[in-house]
């Protein structure tokens, strides 16, 4: 059962384009929604992250939006540039634990 | 600071062998948590250890299982390895427990079962 549903699996975009990555989740329990960059070889490193009961955070050209009543999050990615290409992973953390739920990522691949 | 490092960054093992992989987290910090991460199922929670305690576990068979140590160093073993367990385990740290700390993550050990 994947309880963190990532869309799409892939994504080209063209420098300077904006990248929007989806996620959707079912459990109430979810409490912490960080997202994460992964770059061949590397470990995730955390991008940017949101509590539910904000509804937009930005970080320089990362934005998160959240929609807590959908169950719904999304990552923006502003004035794409080659450097952003690497794979994303939503991730929900499960309260009164440390386990991290990750949707299955997306590849950003970003043409000069 | 040092980050997360996570020993040997590559392995290989035969069927029904044992293996055991070692993270040694930044300093400071007392949570660490494993993850299996592979092309068909991503990024999978193993199991979560805090002041040498295991504090949650994840759906995984009983051949895997972890320690860590009273320096907050953890070390993960696979026991009768399958050609299945091939994944890029990756090792986890954080300051404490609680959802608003940062988890850093290593750059992963490299297991191939052949």
């Known amino acids: 059962q994947q309880q963190v549903k990532q869309s799409p699996q892939s994504l080209i975009v063209q420098k300077g384009g904006i990248s929007i990555i989806n996620c959707a989740y079912e459990?109430?329990?979810?409490?912490?929604f960080p997202w994460y960059q992964q770059f061949p070889g590397k470990g995730p490193a955390l991008l940017i992250a949101?509590?539910?009961?904000?509804s937009e955070k930005k970080e320089g050209r990362f934005t998160i939006s959240f929609n807590k009543s959908a169950k719904q999050f999304s990552l923006h990615i502003m004035d794409s540039q080659p450097g952003d290409s690497a794979t994303y992973f939503c991730?929900?953390?499960?309260?009164?634990?440390?386990?991290?739920?990750f949707g299955k990522g997306m590849k950003l691949t970003v043409n000069p | 600071k040092a980050g997360v490092t996570q020993t040997p960054r590559y392995l290989i093992k035969t069927r029904g062998q044992q293996v055991t992989l070692s993270c040694s987290p930044i300093s400071g910090h007392r949570s660490v948590s494993w993850y299996q991460q592979t092309p068909g199922q991503g990024l999978q929670f193993l199991f979560e250890?805090?002041?040498?305690?295991?504090?949650n576990k994840g759906n995984f068979p009983g051949r895997f299982s972890g320690r860590q140590f009273s320096n907050s160093r953890s070390e993960m073993n696979v026991s009768t390895l399958e050609l299945g367990d091939s994944a890029l385990y990756l090792c986890?740290?954080?300051f404490g427990p609680g959802k608003g700390t940062e988890a850093f993550f290593g750059q992963g050990t490299r297991l191939t079962v052949v």
């Open positions: 991730a929900a953390h499960q309260g009164g634990s440390e386990k991290l739920v």
């Open positions: 986890a740290s954080k």
């Open positions: 949101i509590r539910p009961d904000v």
């Open positions: 250890y805090f002041s040498e305690t295991q504090r």
């Open positions: 459990n109430t329990a979810f409490d912490y």
